[in-house]
């Protein structure tokens, strides 16, 4: 099984309480393709850059095996760029920059190589951009997963609404699935959204976890509790590529793998806030990855008897 | 074992949404009261109504094997009553009326019979009351269970430093750990909270569910996901009596028996949020309570395999 991506891969330049950085490697793509190298299962990116993206970080994507003849470069113009600053709690941010440039236009092609991706994960675009992804997918893929944002509930309903329906698992912050669904409770939420089309949905909360809902059933998951978190940018990205990658690696698409797979996005997630931008996501060792994820379990698991 | 339960014994008016009440049984001590019988441990009350406190109150709270020999009833006096309205989110609320009367001068009287309690538990009351009563037991419980509130912060912080200091559990919410230790990160507050006195730190998220900190050990706990929040009124004090009470039954204070408590005080919690004030706390046979905690497991347990 392949998984293919589509997103940005963009330059960020970020500010927390801790620091600050220069120009950096960023965007959604980026972080789920790294992500998805920790699974080792095949992938490949459908993006766009500008001829000042640095050769360097596509070596980097190519290396960990993130297949990147999929993001097309525009020779004369200049790549996504997001410049934001963190509050001292990490929970709100202010955008200072957001430079769309090659983005404006972007007309993802597919490369021959991915037309067959079983699992499509569209990270946060226009809804209409990814509408135009899945028609131009050889065949409907096995698993179409879903993440957008209040933006496009704001700009783009009508396109959005369209996706949506075509989706099988939609993430959404929990604050969207509000406004999304009209319904503050997140159960009533969820099953107006299943109603517009997914079959899964998950409702992410950031330091307070996430939820995944199917039918009638509800798994639930508590963040990692972490001393410092000292860079939240590509966390929700993170946890998408991890969660997907690991669906990809079991070839299963039920319940309990979801399950798990919220898991594995959620470790992931939790080592990319350590350090700035997708520097921890680089680092992180098969070893490190399975004693948070017995972290995890170590954190829920219990006992009662009455 | 016994478990004494110090706290408020009270009127309430609420509105919801959905409704609202004239004056109802309330209070913390009743709540935990109520919660403690559904374990069939021993407890007793100590506390103060007035003249007006109706006995088939009393008889409710004697009837379900809580020992109300420690409420005081002053004949002249009238019972605390408070009064609120809850904004469409049921996550907020104003308070309409406090009339705090007999609770003003409260001086607790412990009967003989729980003197000897091994099991304290301090209801929200101001930490100078709290401290006395520590004072007045026979001999130190084996365990000293504390909730308090922002309000003593603000207002008595030397007397809750000392009580603090006596205290092997305290209860608290997120807001509250952050102020009272100075820290955003719930990590680094139970930390510094520890270092006060308590050796087990559970901080409350409301409906993100709660967390437990001993030494370098965590428990996270999701809130079970509801559908519908009728009236949020008494859900920290349910938990914390539905806490205690486990503990009480299981004669054991170790990490492992704490997290199961704080399941057993969450599902208890899960289904007094049901109702207005205590009239599904009334209703909750053991089966339900036993459903309950099964969804719990339901909702929490994962395999993952990478």
Do not use: C
């Amino acid at each position: 099984m392949k998984l293919l991506v589509v997103g940005s891969v963009a330059f960020d330049a970020i500010e927390t309480p801790f620091g600050k950085t220069n120009k950096i490697l960023g965007g959604a793509a980026t972080y789920i393709g790294l992500a998805a190298s920790l699974m080792n299962v095949k992938s490949g990116i459908v993006s766009v850059v500008g001829g000042d993206f640095p050769q360097q970080y596509l070596d980097l994507l190519e290396s960990r095996g993130v297949n990147n003849d999929g993001i097309e470069i525009v020779k004369d113009g200049k790549t996504f760029f997001w410049s934001g600053k963190y509050h001292n709690d990490l929970n709100s941010r202010d955008t200072l920059v957001t430079e769309v440039n090659v983005l404006e236009h972007f007309d993802p092609k597919i490369p021959q190589s991915m037309e067959d991706a079983e699992v499509l994960l569209l990270g946060n675009l226009h809804p209409g951009v990814q509408l135009s992804v899945l028609e131009k997918m050889k065949k409907r893929p096995k698993l179409v997963i879903l993440d957008t944002m209040n933006f496009w509930m704001d700009t783009a309903w009508d396109a959005l609404m369209q996706m949506v329906a075509k989706t099988d698992v939609i993430t959404i912050n929990d604050e969207e699935a509000r406004q999304l669904s009209g319904e503050y409770s997140l159960v009533k939420a969820a099953k107006k959204i299943h109603d517009m089309g997914p079959d899964f949905v998950i409702i992410k909360k950031g330091e307070h976890g996430a939820l995944l809902f199917h039918e009638d059933r509800i798994f639930a998951i508590p963040a990692m509790p972490l001393e410092e978190v000292f860079d939240p940018t590509g966390a929700g990205d993170t946890f998408a590529g991890g969660f997907a990658a690991y669906l990809v690696k079991k070839e299963e698409f039920d319940f309990e793998t979801m399950k798990s797979a919220l898991i594995v996005g959620s470790a992931l997630a939790s080592f990319t806030v350590e350090k700035f931008g997708t520097e921890r996501l680089q680092e992180i060792t098969e070893g490190e990855l399975i004693a948070r994820i017995k972290q995890f379990k170590d954190l829920t698991t219990f006992e009662v008897e009455v």
